[in-house]
């Protein structure tokens, strides 16, 4: 059975940082897209960050460029966010999610990814 397990969300001060981690279990991460999305409250899911098959190669939103990074250990089977200098308008789900995809650059279209995990809570707050 093919999933994503998230972990890592937490309750943190503004400025501060968290690593999220995806976990993935049934599929090498090697040959798929994994994307990371969050939904705040009250708002639509939107796409935060992913990172391509292969090679790698990542995609940030604008408002997390330059202080989140992405990144994959094939060994552990697993997908990073680094999420540093965060701020309240960060506080959100985050989930990770998979598809199955050896070519071109990860998007954040939603209905591309077809493994999704449950999500995994970042707060921001002093």
């Known amino acids: 059975q093919l999933q994503v397990v998230e972990s890592g969300g937490g309750l943190v001060q503004p400025g501060g940082s968290l690593r999220l981690s995806c976990a993935a279990s049934g599929f090498s991460v090697n040959y798929y897209w994994i994307g990371w999305f969050r939904q705040a409250p009250g708002k639509e899911r939107e796409g935060v960050s992913c990172?391509?098959?292969?090679?790698?190669?990542?995609n940030y939103a604008d408002s997390v460029k330059g202080r989140f990074t992405t990144s994959r250990d094939n060994a552990k089977n697993t997908v990073y966010l680094q999420m540093n200098s965060l701020q309240p308008e960060d506080t959100g789900v985050y989930y990770c999610?998979?598809?199955?995809?050896?070519?071109?650059?990860?998007?954040?279209?939603?209905?591309?990814?077809?493994?999704w995990g449950q999500g995994t809570q970042v707060t921001v707050s002093s």
């Open positions: 999610a998979a598809v199955y995809r050896t070519y071109g650059l990860c998007s954040f279209v939603q209905a591309n990814y077809r493994y």
């Open positions: 990172i391509s098959s292969s090679a790698g190669s990542t």
